[in-house]
């Protein structure tokens, strides 16, 4: 597959223990039906061949004999297939008996792996039959050939070098040092584990967060595939609960009891850029104690299965939304309360629209004067209606005010701004971005003034997307003294306001928040027609849905615009057609590059998520950095 997505499996065959014929043949059908639906890399469980619950019969010849007959069927049988496939096995090596995963590709087998950690408590007993793994790695003959035989081998896709792939089996990801941890050092994006893990109550959601969090703390993808039906229940029941993982986020999991194959598509650049961009992820130079295995992939156009989210910024479980929002809230509201302490301000100007970001930025300001324990009233909340104000939003922004305590002022610019324009020679009759700015600047010098009356700072209400794609007046709305929504993108200020609007507890204030919530996002420079809004900033500037996705996936991941690009045509299809998608996101590229002159010199305001554009922290840019590479790419698409 392309831009770096790879498609995996996790299976378990139906077994019968110790019938290695049967189990091959099982193994072989699920391959191949496996191979056929794309997956390119395959984990079948721990010791599959045989069954891991043969207990003594492990010490008998004839069991290992057929053992090794029935891989080299299983390994002949992935001829012509191209991806990586891991079969567990027993096999003897030097006198001493391992439990190993067999790596091979394309009708060659690649590398055995033996397991490190023997368990000999509880239900196991492992080290009655099983050494554990040898230090150092060696060669040993496989059919005539040398193959690798050890932890410390990766293998390497020559065409997809993002992807690098190693194993451990089972209790190795339980132990104390899982082998994974120098894997993943030493290069290795994809870990997979071959596992036996019996099923005990509570034992699931335990091995399912073991699983999540291993492949966050490694930024690696994760396979598991565990036994299943099939395995004697003498004393043990297998459930066959297969997990795929990607840098902390559990992106399939199978149920228990069914033996149900599961597919998950890893995003191997994915990691590789945020490898590269954590900086305590010390990657080892080299491995010289490793040896590297390859193999060839072919690339193939197969349908991205795996669901990309339209709004990445906002969780889609309702109850996780909530939660997010009550943390947003309260990180900007400590934000500005610690900046209010230390200035020693006596109020806070904010001005008011009856928009989204100003009502956004007004309900934080209220907490922070909570939290203070001041009156609302020291809220200096500001309307400034010009030529574009329509009756809605300023009744809205009125009565918001009014509803949460502060202190309402009313400042006509319509004067100032005419006057303005006599001075500087321009015709009101021209609506050009002369006409638009002059009253984003009056208003900001308005609220500049205020404060200096009333002791106070000026909150600013712009928000991330608008910062990313430089939608702000240079000098004008783009100033403050301290900006509470720089890093809450609009997708997520819609979701902050529902929610006030769900638990304030108050109807009249969450029908004027409902309301709000349902204007048109607009700066109101323009007049209206006919009392209607006639400036809506998606029409000049393009959704903010997209902009926000667009904006995610470079920032927080540095992907490509062509990868952005296939992304969201996943994400949006049936929303947007093609054409549009790339025409905004050509906009946004050129948009982004050419306003970071405005972020670079953007007031303070609190981080609240992964991504944010502050000069100070996480977006270091040039002002005058070309935007050509980003737009050659989306030239050809």
């Given at each position: 597959?392309?831009?770096?997505?790879?498609?995996?499996?996790?299976?378990?065959?139906?077994?019968?223990?110790?019938?290695?014929?049967?189990?091959?043949?099982?193994?072989?059908?699920?391959?191949?039906?496996?191979?056929?639906?794309?997956?390119?890399?395959?984990?079948?469980?721990?010791?599959?061949?045989?069954?891991?619950?043969?207990?003594?019969?492990?010490?008998?010849?004839?069991?290992?004999?057929?053992?090794?007959?029935?891989?080299?069927?299983?390994?002949?049988?992935?001829?012509?297939?191209?991806?990586?496939?891991?079969?567990?096995?027993?096999?003897?090596?030097?006198g001493k008996l391992y439990n190993v995963a067999a790596g091979f590709s394309d009708g060659r087998l690649l590398g055995?792996?033996?397991?490190?950690?023997?368990?000999?408590?509880?239900?196991?007993?492992?080290?009655?039959?099983?050494?554990?793994?040898?230090?150092?790695?060696?060669?040993?003959?496989?059919?005539?050939?040398?193959?690798?035989?050890?932890?410390?081998?990766?293998?390497?896709?020559?065409?997809?070098?993002?992807?690098?792939?190693?194993?451990?089996?089972?209790?190795?990801?339980?132990?104390?040092?899982?082998?994974?941890?120098?894997?993943?050092?030493?290069?290795?994006?994809?870990?997979v584990n071959p596992s036996a893990s019996d099923e005990l109550t509570g034992k699931e959601s335990y091995r399912?967060?073991?699983?999540?969090?291993?492949?966050?703390?490694?930024?690696?993808?994760?396979?598991?595939?565990?036994?299943?039906?099939?395995?004697?229940?003498?004393?043990?029941?297998?459930?066959?609960?297969?997990?795929?993982?990607?840098?902390?986020?559990?992106?399939?999991e199978s149920r228990r009891f069914h033996n149900e194959t599961i597919?998950?598509?890893?995003?191997?650049?994915?990691?590789?850029?945020?490898?590269?961009?954590?900086?305590?992820?010390?990657?080892?130079?080299?491995?010289?104690?490793?040896?590297?295995?390859?193999?060839?992939?072919?690339?193939?156009?197969?349908?991205?299965?795996?669901?990309?989210?339209?709004a990445p910024f906002v969780p889609g479980r309702k109850e996780e939304r909530e939660k997010r929002c009550e943390e947003i809230f309260t990180i900007q509201a400590m934000g500005l309360k610690k900046r209010m302490e230390h200035t020693g301000c006596k109020s806070?100007?904010?001005?008011?629209?009856?928009?989204?970001?100003?009502?956004?930025?007004?309900?934080?300001?209220?907490?922070?004067?909570?939290?203070?324990?001041l009156q609302r009233n020291c809220i200096e909340a500001v309307t400034m209606p010009c030529f574009g104000t329509t009756d809605r939003t300023y009744q809205n922004a009125c009565e918001l005010?009014?509803?949460?305590?502060?202190?309402?002022?009313?400042?006509?610019?319509?004067?100032?701004?005419?006057?303005?324009?006599?001075?500087?020679?321009?015709?009101?009759?021209?609506?050009?971005?002369?006409y638009e700015n002059a009253q984003a600047r009056e208003r900001t010098q308005v609220l500049m003034d205020i404060s200096n009356q009333t002791g106070g700072m000026v909150v600013g209400t712009g928000d991330m997307s608008e910062l990313a794609l430089g939608w702000a007046t240079y000098n004008g709305d783009h100033m403050s003294m301290y900006g509470v929504n720089a890093s809450v993108p609009k997708t997520l200020v819609r979701h902050l306001v529902r929610y006030y609007a769900d638990i304030c507890?108050?109807?009249?204030?969450?029908?004027?928040?409902?309301?709000?919530?349902?204007?048109?996002?607009?700066?109101?420079?323009?007049?209206?027609?006919?009392?209607?809004i006639a400036q809506k900033t998606e029409d000049l500037v393009g959704p903010y849905e997209l902009h926000d996705f667009y904006l995610y996936y470079m920032l927080r991941f540095g992907f490509a615009p062509d990868k952005i690009y296939y992304l969201a045509r996943q994400a949006f299809a049936g929303d947007y057609e093609d054409e549009v998608i790339l025409k905004w996101l050509k906009t946004f590229c050129r948009r982004f590059f050419s306003q970071q002159f405005k972020r670079s010199c953007l007031p303070d305001g609190p981080k609240v998520g992964t991504v944010a554009v502050s000069p100070r922290g996480d977006l270091r840019m040039p002002s005058d950095a070309s935007a050509a590479l980003w737009l050659d790419c989306l030239e050809n698409l």
């Open positions: 597959m392309g831009y770096g997505f790879v498609k995996t499996a996790a299976l378990a065959p139906k077994i019968k223990v110790a019938d290695t014929k049967h189990n091959a043949g099982e193994i072989i059908r699920l391959m191949k039906e496996a191979w056929e639906k794309g997956a390119r890399i395959l984990v079948f469980p721990e010791l599959c061949i045989t069954g891991y619950t043969c207990g003594d019969l492990f010490l008998q010849e004839l069991l290992l004999q057929n053992a090794k007959k029935a891989l080299l069927m299983i390994v002949e049988a992935s001829e012509g297939m191209d991806g990586l496939f891991f079969v567990g096995l027993p096999l003897e090596v030097g055995f792996v033996p397991k490190t950690c023997i368990p000999n408590y509880s239900e196991f007993y492992e080290a009655r039959h099983f050494t554990k793994a040898p230090e150092e790695y060696a060669f040993i003959d496989w059919q005539g050939c040398k193959v690798p035989f050890g932890t410390q081998i990766l293998f390497s896709c020559r065409n997809m070098p993002a992807l690098v792939t190693a194993a451990e089996i089972c209790e190795d990801v339980w132990a104390p040092d899982p082998p994974s941890v120098r894997h993943a050092l030493c290069g290795a994006t994809v870990i399912r967060e073991l699983l999540r969090i291993q492949s966050g703390r490694l930024v690696c993808g994760y396979i598991y595939a565990s036994a299943g039906e099939g395995e004697s229940s003498t004393d043990l029941v297998f459930g066959g609960h297969h997990l795929i993982c990607e840098n902390g986020a559990v992106i399939k597919y998950g598509e890893l995003d191997v650049e994915r990691l590789l850029g945020e490898r590269r961009r954590i900086s305590s992820f010390e990657a080892a130079a080299d491995a010289p104690d490793y040896v590297v295995v390859s193999y060839m992939m072919k690339q193939q156009d197969t349908p991205l299965e795996r669901k990309i989210e339209k806070v100007v904010i001005g008011i629209s009856g928009g989204l970001d100003s009502t956004l930025a007004l309900l934080v300001a209220s907490r922070a004067a909570d939290s203070l324990g005010t009014r509803k949460l305590g502060a202190n309402l002022r009313e400042v006509d610019i319509k004067k100032a701004v005419t006057v303005h324009f006599e001075e500087i020679g321009h015709d009101p009759a021209v609506h050009d971005v002369t507890g108050d109807e009249e204030l969450s029908a004027v928040l409902l309301d709000i919530l349902d204007t048109p996002v607009s700066p109101e420079l323009l007049p209206p027609k006919d009392g209607v």
